[in-house]
């Protein structure tokens, strides 16, 4: 998947796709380009790599188009070269940026190629440009034209078009990828987020799936698929935030650690009502309405849903499952227990979440979006929203959008409880203050930077680690590790520790580190007794423990103490520990912290 922009009207073009592309980075790095149409032609530049190296070509340049397009990949199909960046062009006449992946390319292609076409990338998107030309051979027509194209593509796409034969108009169109318009002074955007666009408009059309448009520099005309006028809402987006900038940190990501006090405090007071109760943003009725849910979500995000599961479970009896949601869009899954489905998603954008959120809807399930932007294609599609307020996460790999979903599950855990009288409106508030407590328990631990600098070093050394926890902080292993690897790219593990002698225990050798996330609660005699075996077996015990509980594993290797804590907060308190270590091992490696290789902060294919 990818990032695609697009300008017409008032405006130096080029600059203002440069713009679209820093804030669109994010949805991929592998290379990014520009193309303009000026006095006739279309010229076109790229680069593979961060967009930085776009830029070192592009600042040097003088440009002075109003019409232009831009993308940053994300490579699908086709390696990471130069002659596989956007925008691919087609007979010097069509110029196209596509994120999304269409299906049938390569019939297409061959299609193509016998019509005497000749490609020059080994991407799906070049078709399009191709096919283009060879439809506007007997279509003379933009609004037909585009039409044709899109009847003979399959697979998901949000694209932008530009074409000699039509200098004054951006065809574009969108199925399963967002695609969102936007209207300025004099001049027209499109972009694959309302953020792109945030410099110079908040005045945004999102467009729906198989809706196409004609965008002009004071128009834009949208069809639906049945080929009817489409009038879709304008909305307006909260003010430009500006290029969110490091503030000081060496990366994001440690910025991002460190904003998660903040982070927690904002989700949670949106959690609360006005008369101070927190109600999760659901109505008394609506969680007494709910008798069974299902999460759905990827990556960091579903890992959160699997720490929701623990807590709503137990403190409302509100059954959860808990599903990746790739995998959940193409089974038939059983829904007659359930009445909500949850997709937790930072970006509110990741095609697999969306398409499973709809697979539910179809099953006849209310929706509910837990996002962190709130004009996001999955909030824009749900029934509620239950919105994190962790403001911007430009790091990849997450770190407080997580916590703030966290924040979100617990506050929902106990809402519900409330709701259902399964736990007393005196142990809701007890609950709820606790949570309050949550933002300076964070920042605490904010503080163990240092304290856990040698033993990153150390970690960086390793070729592989396991992450043990039970019971809640399970999942949290699952996170620690996947942060681990997103990062540093040393191999790493989580396991539930009473599983360890089912099989991965034969994984153990002489000094293999094996980080372990203890809390002082009622599971804690046994998860000791799982890292007694570990270390009898050679294993590296890395602790990162309550501090009630840390002495009793005398045989740690390393030991990190962290503030002690009722049972609900120990995940976040263990979260930070993690997300700490993965950062610093990462940085001892010296790889890029903020853009891990191969990922995407979001991911809009399947
Ligand atoms: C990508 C990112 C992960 C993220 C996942 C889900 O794979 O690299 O960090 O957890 O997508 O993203 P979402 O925006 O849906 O939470």
Redesign the pocket.
């Known amino acids: 998947m990818c990032g695609i922009v697009g300008h017409i009207g008032e405006g130096n073009s080029a600059e203002i796709l440069i713009e679209g592309l820093k804030r669109l980075e994010y949805r991929g790095y592998d290379s990014s380009g520009i193309a303009v149409l000026e006095g006739g032609s279309l010229s076109v530049d790229k680069a593979t790599g961060k967009l930085a190296n776009l830029t070192a070509i592009t600042d040097h340049k003088k440009y002075s188009a109003n019409i232009g397009i831009g993308h940053t990949r994300w490579a699908t199909h086709g390696g990471v070269t130069h002659a596989n960046a956007h925008p691919h062009m087609a007979s010097d006449k069509a110029v196209v940026v596509h994120n999304g992946i269409v299906e049938n390319y390569k019939e297409l292609r061959a299609e193509l190629q016998a019509q005497g076409h000749e490609f020059a990338s080994d991407t799906d998107t070049e078709v399009i440009a191709h096919l283009a030309i060879e439809l506007a051979k007997t279509i003379n027509d933009e609004t037909a034209l585009l039409k044709a194209i899109i009847a003979r593509l399959d697979g998901s796409y949000a694209f932008a078009l530009l074409m000699t034969d039509f200098p004054d108009c951006l065809l574009v169109a969108r199925n399963a990828s967002p695609l969102a318009i936007g209207i300025g002074e004099g001049a027209y955007f499109v972009a694959s987020d309302a953020m792109a666009m945030s410099s110079q408009t908040q005045r945004v059309i999102y467009l729906k799936d198989n809706d196409y448009a004609i965008v002009r520099k004071n128009e834009a005309l949208i069809y639906d698929k049945g080929d009817q006028c489409a009038n879709r809402e304008e909305v307006i987006v909260s003010a430009n935030p500006g290029l969110v900038s490091k503030g000081g940190y060496r990366h994001f990501m440690e910025k991002e650690i460190h904003e998660q006090p903040d982070a927690i405090a904002h989700t949670l007071s949106a959690m609360t009502d006005e008369a101070g109760t927190l109600t999760a943003c659901l109505s008394e009725d609506e969680l007494k309405n709910m008798t069974g849910l299902v999460m759905l979500?990827?990556?960091?995000?579903?890992y959160a849903g699997l720490v929701g599961r623990y807590w709503i479970e137990k403190l409302s009896g509100v059954p959860v499952t808990v599903e990746v949601?790739s995998e959940y869009r193409y089974r038939a899954p059983v829904t007659s227990h359930l009445s909500h489905a949850i997709a937790?998603?930072?970006?509110?954008?990741?095609l697999?979440?969306l398409m499973a959120l709809r697979h539910a809807q179809d099953e006849g399930l209310k929706s509910i979006a837990l996002?962190?932007v709130d004009h996001s294609t999955?909030a824009r599609e749900s029934d509620f929203i239950l919105p994190t307020r962790a403001g911007p996460e430009i790091g990849?790999?997450?770190t407080k959008?997580?916590t703030a979903?966290l924040t979100v599950l617990l506050s929902l855990a106990i809402a519900l409880g409330r709701a259902k009288g399964v736990i007393s409106a005196e142990e809701a508030k007890e609950r709820h203050e606790e949570l309050q407590k949550l933002p300076s328990l964070v920042g605490k631990c904010l503080s163990l930077f240092e304290p856990l600098r040698p033993i990153a070093h150390e970690l960086s050394k390793a070729r592989s680690c396991l992450f043990l926890g039970r019971d809640s902080l399970f999942p949290i292993a699952l996170e620690g590790a996947?942060k681990l690897k997103?990062l540093s790219y040393i191999h790493a593990e989580g396991f539930a520790a009473g599983e360890m002698k089912h099989g991965p225990i034969a994984l153990i050798e002489d000094g293999l580190p094996v980080i372990s996330l203890l809390g002082a609660d009622a599971l804690s005699q046994k998860v000791i007794s799982n890292l007694k075996e570990a270390q009898a077996r050679g294993a590296k015990i890395i602790l990162l423990a309550a501090d009630d509980v840390a002495d009793e594993v005398d045989f740690a290797s390393d030991v990190c103490r962290l503030p002690n804590c009722s049972e609900y907060l120990m995940p976040f308190i263990l979260t930070v520990p993690a997300q700490i270590l993965a950062y610093l091992t990462a940085s001892e490696k010296g790889t890029d912290v903020d853009q891990p290789r191969n990922?995407?902060?979001?991911?809009t294919v399947e």
């Not at 979500?297 to 579903?302: D, E, K, N």
């Not at 990922?599 to 991911?603: D, G, R, W």
């Open positions: 979500a990827a990556g960091t995000s579903h949601a937790i998603s930072q970006s509110g954008e990741s697999d979440t996002v962190n999955i990849v790999a997450s959008a997580f979903q996947l997103e990922l995407a902060k979001s991911v």
